[in-house]
């Protein structure tokens, strides 16, 4: 197919779709070989596995567990496990592909894959869950391992499912092998600072980007949408430094003070109620719509994809939406976004910082040496300021907006890389 028919079309609106939309632009900006693009906008390995879970109610229930690999060519395929509803092959094949280009564009020597079940982890016991890590990851045992394919936490896991993955891969090899996972508990060899690295990269893009606009983060007001491990420590590391947070969200709503919210009260809240911040009392209850329409310096979605669309992008007051969640604005919100002169931070760049603290914790654990949090802290932000950088120059030389600088610079470092190990082997 000639690289003219990838240009951007609104007919390409499922994630892969647009996944491939966003590869077809950088392509063409790059002069790319088709060969490699064709290559490069499908996934390498996709796995499914049947994984029988015993309920604790004696029932046998039957999941699909899968993982996505989209692209090993700079190293071991890297990317998060997400237990949600909404989980599908073809979202799990787009957030693959994300991976390739976020671990490339920030330099760590990475693939892209993502994996995932479609449950609602609060509907099943802790027990029940560890059963279903358990036989997923025995499940996958051929197809994860530190020189091949590292999962860590995403929507709806954290450091335990992590542990459990560890622990399972571990047992069945017949010895310890922390690498296999990162987000995993410090006590098995994980990482100071992962669990706030990507608010601290969200913070650390959104002050880079204020800063180009003579701005900073004193006073600056900014509204999130999710409140779970990426939004609830962007919020914490924003409001530390200065920040104005009028309004956070999860699914129970949005919640909204003119003034400021107390983020610390409503970590204790979110803590006592199981993750909730649902009855919060000291701010307007109002809903996730009306959290992205707020008048405010910086959105934050942190969520979920499609958040901003081509329904609701005109009526985002912020000048900078930084992509704390893997594609949060579709294809028509974006341009609508652009058309309007709103500054988006793309997924790629914006959440980078989650993944680059997994590389730290994955070479902490190959070299058995373990590093302090400043440490851990200071390298990652040596990385994202020079990834931002990069983007940000090379959006304004091009005059392109920094999606495509970023999707440029990402995609660029894959494709020489696959040409210099071979097209055809
Ligand atoms: N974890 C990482 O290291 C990492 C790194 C880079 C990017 N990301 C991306 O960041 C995003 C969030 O991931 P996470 O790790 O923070 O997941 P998480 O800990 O599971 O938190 C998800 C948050 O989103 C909220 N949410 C879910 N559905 C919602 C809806 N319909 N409306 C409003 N809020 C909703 C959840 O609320 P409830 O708690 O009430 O369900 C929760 O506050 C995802 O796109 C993920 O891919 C994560
Ligand atoms: N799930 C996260 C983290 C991936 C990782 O650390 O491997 C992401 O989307 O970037």
Same mark, same amino acid.
């Given at each position: ?23 077809? !632009? ?12 064709? @290559? ?10 049947? @994984? ?8 046998? /229930? ?70 279903? =890590? ?9 197809? @994860? ?69 003579? /701005? ?98 005109? !009526? ?13 604005? =579709? ?57 931002? /950088? ?9 005059? @392109? ?25």
């Amino acid at each position: 197919m000639p690289l003219t028919q990838l240009a951007p079309s609104p007919a390409y609106i499922c994630p892969h779709d647009r996944a491939c939309t966003y590869l077809g !632009q950088a392509a063409l900006a790059l002069d790319m070989d088709p060969n490699i693009l064709r @290559i490069l906008e499908q996934p390498r390995k996709v796995v499914t596995v049947s @994984i029988p879970v015993l309920l604790d109610n004696g029932e046998v /229930q039957v999941l699909a567990g899968h993982r996505v690999q989209h692209c090993d060519v700079l190293g071991p395929y890297k990317g998060g496990t997400r237990y949600h509803p909404a989980v599908t092959l073809q979202e799990l094949s787009a957030l693959a592909m994300l991976m390739t280009w976020k671990c490339a564009l920030v330099g760590i020597p990475y693939g892209g894959a993502k994996g995932g079940i479609a449950i609602d982890p609060r509907l099943y016991s802790v027990r029940e869950l560890e059963r279903i =890590t358990r036989r997923y990851t025995s499940e996958l045992i051929k197809d @994860i391992g530190p020189a091949i394919d590292i999962p860590a936490p995403d929507i709806g896991t954290s450091s335990q499912e992590m542990a459990w993955m560890m622990d399972t891969y571990s047992m069945n090899v017949g010895h310890a092998v922390p690498g296999v996972v990162t987000g995993k508990p410090i006590s098995i060899g994980g990482s100071k600072g992962r669990a706030m690295a990507t608010g601290r990269g969200v913070m650390i893009t959104v002050r880079e980007a204020l800063a180009e606009r003579g /701005q900073t983060l004193s006073q600056t007001r900014i509204a999130i949408q999710g409140f779970g491990k990426v939004g609830a420590a962007a919020a914490a590391l924003l409001h530390e430094a200065g920040a104005k947070i009028i309004a956070v969200s999860d699914v129970s709503g949005a919640f909204f003070a003119e003034n400021g919210l107390d983020i610390p009260a409503l970590e204790g809240y979110a803590r006592e109620n199981k993750g909730s911040l649902a009855g919060f009392p000291d701010a307007e209850l109002i809903t996730n719509g009306e959290l992205l329409a707020l008048p405010c310096d910086v959105l934050i979605p942190a969520a979920l994809e499609d958040q901003i669309t081509e329904e609701n992008a005109d !009526q985002v007051q912020a000048q900078i939406v930084a992509e704390a969640a893997n594609a949060p604005v =579709t294809l028509m919100g974006d341009r609508l976004l652009e058309a309007r002169g709103v500054t988006v931070l793309p997924d790629i760049l914006a959440n980078a910082g989650g993944v680059v603290v997994s590389y730290l914790e994955w070479v902490q654990g190959q070299s058995y040496v373990f590093w302090d949090e400043e440490r851990v802290n200071r390298e990652m932000e040596g990385l994202m300021v020079q990834a931002y /950088q990069r983007v940000s120059e090379l959006a304004q030389n091009r005059q @392109i907006p920094l999606r495509q600088a970023a999707y440029m610079l990402g995609v660029g470092r894959v494709a020489e890389a696959l040409g210099d190990r071979g097209l055809y082997p």
